[in-house]
């Protein structure tokens, strides 16, 4: 149950800007605000606690209680910047305290890192951070100045493929490491 909340929760983000784009039509914000909230919440109640995990849910239930209250439009397009807030503060902070996001997951495969990995690892959450700052900023830009078309081909399609781009540069730069080492 907790793979299909999570699942659920990632379509829902994947396929936003274009329900948002093309729903707008047949559906009120607040019905919006609704399904998101079911989903947080279900994701809330099943998911194990992880650092950070119930205060991202806290936040993301008030954005859909808000939306459900206001039923407005135009909060409808901030839920890209919440996501991308969302992914700076989990990538920033644990710049700050612990391991860093790209060494935690990098130790799931490999507990044993050298120096060196653990280095580049924090080069790459660094990265992601950076990428995550600006691509909340370039949202919230569209969300206050740009029409509907251009935050949805933003958000739905710019965003995703400049990260996936900077997937494969990681890899690419990962693989040389590697050799190197």
């Known amino acids: 149950m907790k793979r299909l909340i999570g699942l659920g929760l990632l379509l829902a983000g ?7 784009h093309f729903g707008m039509a047949h559906f009120a914000p607040w019905q919006f605000g609704l399904l998101l909230g079911a989903l947080w919440l279900a994701r809330a109640l099943s998911a194990p606690r992880r650092p950070g995990s119930l205060w991202m849910a806290v936040a993301a239930l008030a954005f859909c ?22 992914m700076l503060a989990l990538f920033g ?18 507990p044993d890192l050298p120096p060196r990995a653990v280095r580049y690892t924090r080069r790459v959450t660094q990265v992601w951070s950076l990428f995550f ?8 830009a569209l969300t206050l100045w740009a029409p509907l078309s251009c935050w949805t081909l933003y958000n739905g399609v710019i965003a995703y493929a400049v990260m996936g781009l900077l997937f494969a540069i990681e890899w690419l ?5 590697r050799g190197r080492s």
């Open 65 to 86: 209680a808000l939306l459900g209250l206001s039923d407005s439009p135009q909060l409808l397009r901030w839920y890209p910047v919440l996501i991308s807030a969302f």
């Open 133 to 140: 700052l600006l691509n909340g900023l370039i949202a919230a």
């Open 93 to 110: 902070a644990s710049l700050l305290h612990g391991m860093p996001m790209a060494e935690r997951l990098a130790r799931l495969r490999d």
């Open 173 to 177: 730069i990962r693989q040389r490491v």
């Open 14 to 20: 994947l396929l936003y800007p274009f329900a948002v």
